[in-house]
């Protein structure tokens, strides 16, 4: 597992970790049961603190990606085929109101915007 910190983001450095760890799991390059490296080593490894990197797993936990284990450490959790639905519906959401935003900045009206969306799904090959 390859985790980039970027330390001028202005995401703090745990939602980082928790995204990158997401993105993973959802993409299958992190199977069920794979062991993430423990607090520390993965606080050394990042040269940051143990505390954020436990916000991180806490808060990977909480959503139910990782299990944990006292005493043997964290474990990607089994796939549950409704968060993974969730989060790819989370992610679109954000494209698109970041498309609703520009069209706006643009003055294109709700119907142009919906013409044009109806234009481009007739046109696609993903749905044929």
């Given at each position: ?115 044009l969306f109806l234009l481009l799904l007739e046109e696609s090959s993903c749905w044929k």
């Amino acid at each position: 597992m390859h985790l980039i910190i970027n330390h001028s983001s202005m995401v703090p450095i745990y939602e980082q970790i928790v995204e990158q760890i997401k993105e993973g799991i959802l993409k299958q390059e992190l199977k069920e049961n794979y062991p993430l490296p423990s607090v520390r080593t993965l606080s050394k490894e990042l040269k940051i603190s143990a505390l954020t990197v436990k916000k991180a797993y806490d808060a990977l936990e909480s959503e139910g990606f990782i299990c944990t284990v006292h005493g043997k450490g964290s474990y990607i959790a089994p796939v549950n085929p409704q968060l993974v639905w969730e989060e790819q519906r989370k992610e679109l959401e954000q494209d698109l109101e970041g498309i609703l935003q520009k069209a706006k900045r643009f003055d294109i009206t709700k119907e142009e915007l919906k013409d044009l969306f109806l234009l481009l799904l007739e046109e696609s090959s993903c749905w044929k």
